[in-house]
């Protein structure tokens, strides 16, 4: 069983920046990948980002170049720094993870973004 509780979200003016986390129950160094999605109103959710063990990353095109994503095994922490932030953005923003097969979801944490 694993428990992901999202947190740092909140209003931000359009061109700011953000740093999302990502707190997991237990030890999260070998979990392989660790995944951040957001959804925006009345949209379906979209992947952003992940991360696997070895500190791969990957990003949406969207978000590519102004978001990044971190990992602190010590931490059982994963972050999301958002930077040159655009209302676009705004959305909930979710981590996740498999773990033996399950899929496990934060509860999510709100980033809205003013113009």
């Known amino acids: 069983q694993v428990q992901l509780v999202e947190s740092g979200g909140g209003l931000v003016q359009a061109g700011g920046s953000l740093r999302l986390s990502c707190a997991a129950s237990?030890?999260?160094?070998?979990?392989?990948?660790i995944n951040w999605y957001r959804q925006a109103p009345g949209k379906q959710r979209e992947f952003a980002a992940f991360?696997?063990?070895?500190?791969?990353?990957n990003y949406a095109d969207s978000v590519k170049g102004r978001f990044t994503i971190s990992r602190d095994n010590a931490k059982s922490t994963v972050y999301l720094q958002m930077n040159s932030l655009k209302p676009e953005d705004t959305a909930v923003y979710y981590c996740?993870?498999?773990?033996?097969?399950?899929?496990?979801w934060g509860q999510g944490t709100q980033v809205t973004v003013s113009s």
């Open positions: 996740n993870l498999v773990f033996r097969n399950l899929q496990y």
């Open positions: 237990g030890k999260i160094g070998n979990i392989n990948v």
């Open positions: 991360i696997t063990s070895g500190g791969s990353t």
